[in-house]
């Protein structure tokens, strides 16, 4: 029944954005409320639960997510992003430039969680597609499944992170087959699966010109704009950061007094604030660009966002209900007794939990507590258990979760187009990783 509840909520949530054409947030709202008097949330409670959903996920956005849109705003409208586009252009050419959004992708993909990077390479990937003549969803597919199968499969990625521990995995062999498995993964879910979705569903791929989210764009002169080097050192100075710090992390022993200020300078929100005040230098006093109109860049980046701030915020105060509601649990007792192979299991529970909780992060954990019983009774590898259940943890991504409106909203999609392409592209790429993890199992 409770799995009945979520799916009702989703169709009311569709209905009330899609027929009644209503404001997305407050169809977010509207439909947290329901569905938590419907799955017995006390009324008292109900309202708390709804401003914790939302004041939780902002608070690990907010500052991310608004610097990040300050930092790309100050690299675009410098002529840093044209620069670094043509550059790529140039070096790898219009049948080539896919591989190179996925390298790029990859490496910013290592450091920086999914939201991040994504706020990061999208005003990039954003003017070589225009530069070319390109569809967006072209080169937007393969960039956000890559910085999707980093987020879930490999550390330093929260969750990957913490089931390793979970699991007593040898992170550093995590690391290793997380990396072999993510790239016949990113393959699948990127470039192959953008052949077949512009195939079967031509029209996403229509050509984009301006996206709200972004702003308008700006004419450049390429003579007139940043070196390529600073451009790509502003650009990715949020991941030589934190970086650094995984790194410094993993080598340093615990208490050493250096290894406490790398861990507080690659913090991600601290990392961010260094970035952009090296990127109000570099992009800004460097260029010789006025204040004012640096300081109008800055106001700028945090209007385009503001509308997309508060759908992510509707979607946390959905998920918090569905959290606290106790759908985790009724997952649980489904899968108690349930007889098969522990990595299709501990994909299976996560894939479940993904599609009712939303957070891919609340879900690996959830079922890592699951099913880490599974490894003692087994013997199955715990590096490999931790990208079963990373894999599962991406699963079919939708209107319960902060990403699908991001993507929703940065890629200017409507709502039927993002259930087609990332919905469908976020389930790919998780069935993908699950056979890339049992193909791997028959070789380790």
């Given at each position: 029944m409770p799995l009945i509840i979520v799916a009702l909520g989703v169709i009311l949530l569709i209905f009330l954005i899609v027929k009644l054409k209503l404001n997305t947030f407050v169809a977010l709202v509207i439909t947290a409320?329901?569905?938590?008097?419907?799955?017995?949330?006390?009324?008292?409670?109900?309202?708390?639960?709804?401003?914790?959903?939302?004041?939780?996920?902002?608070?690990?956005?907010?500052?991310?997510?608004?610097?990040?849109?300050?930092?790309?705003?100050l690299v675009s409208d410098s002529g840093g992003g044209y620069r670094i586009a043509h550059t790529l252009i140039n070096k790898f050419g219009k049948k080539h430039i896919q591989i190179a959004v996925v390298l790029a992708s990859f490496i910013v993909g290592l450091a920086l969680f999914f939201e991040v990077g994504l706020v990061v390479l999208l005003p990039i990937i954003f003017i070589i597609a225009r530069e070319i003549d390109m569809p967006l969803m072209s080169l937007a597919i393969p960039m956000a499944a890559t910085l999707n199968v980093m987020h879930g499969f490999i550390p330093p990625h929260p969750a990957p992170t913490a089931i390793t521990g979970i699991f007593n995995a040898n992170i550093g062999q995590v690391i290793i087959y997380g990396i072999i498995v993510a790239i016949p993964t990113v393959i699948i879910s990127g470039p192959v699966f953008n052949h077949f979705l512009h195939k079967f569903y031509p029209r996403v791929y229509r050509i984009t010109t301006e996206i709200p989210a972004l702003g308008?764009?700006?004419?450049?002169?390429?003579?007139?704009?940043?070196?390529?080097?600073?451009?790509?050192?502003?650009?990715?100075?949020?991941?030589?950061?934190?970086?650094?710090?995984?790194?410094?992390?993993?080598?340093?022993?615990?208490?050493?007094?250096?290894?406490s200020l790398v861990k507080f300078i690659g913090n991600p929100d601290v990392a961010m604030l260094i970035s952009l005040i090296f990127a109000l230098f570099t992009m800004g006093v460097l260029q010789k660009i006025p204040m004012k109109d640096i300081g109008s860049t800055l106001e700028n980046a945090i209007k385009q966002i503001s509308v997309m701030l508060f759908i992510i915020a509707?979607?946390?105060?959905?998920?918090?209900?569905?959290?606290?509601?106790?759908?985790?649990?009724?997952?649980?007792?489904?899968?108690?007794?349930?007889?098969?192979?522990?990595?299709?299991?501990?994909w299976l529970i996560a894939a479940v939990l993904r599609v009712s909780l939303g957070s891919s992060t609340v879900s690996a954990l959830t079922a890592a507590g699951l099913v880490s019983p599974m490894i003692v009774t087994t013997g199955a590898n715990p590096a490999l258990m931790v990208l079963a259940v990373g894999a599962g943890s991406v699963f079919a991504d939708h209107v319960n979760d902060a990403g699908f409106w991001m993507v929703k909203e940065y890629f200017g999609l409507s709502l039927k187009e993002t259930f087609i392409s990332?919905?469908?592209?976020?389930?790919?790429l998780a069935i993908a990783g699950l056979l890339s993890v049992l193909a791997l199992s028959l070789i380790v």
């Open positions: 409320f329901i569905v938590g008097l419907i799955l017995g949330t006390p009324l008292t409670k109900l309202p708390s639960i709804i401003t914790t959903g939302i004041g939780d996920q902002l608070g690990d956005l907010a500052i991310i997510f608004g610097m990040g849109s300050m930092i790309g705003k308008k764009f700006k004419e450049f002169n390429l003579e007139d704009t940043p070196k390529f080097g600073i451009s790509v050192l502003t650009s990715m100075m949020p991941v030589i950061l934190i970086g650094i710090s995984t790194i410094f992390e993993f080598t340093l022993p615990k208490g050493n007094a250096i290894l509707g979607g946390g105060a959905f998920k918090q209900v569905l959290v606290e509601g106790g759908i985790a649990s009724y997952v649980s007792q489904i899968f108690t007794n349930m007889h098969m192979s522990p990595l299709i299991a501990a990332w919905t469908t592209l976020t389930s790919v």
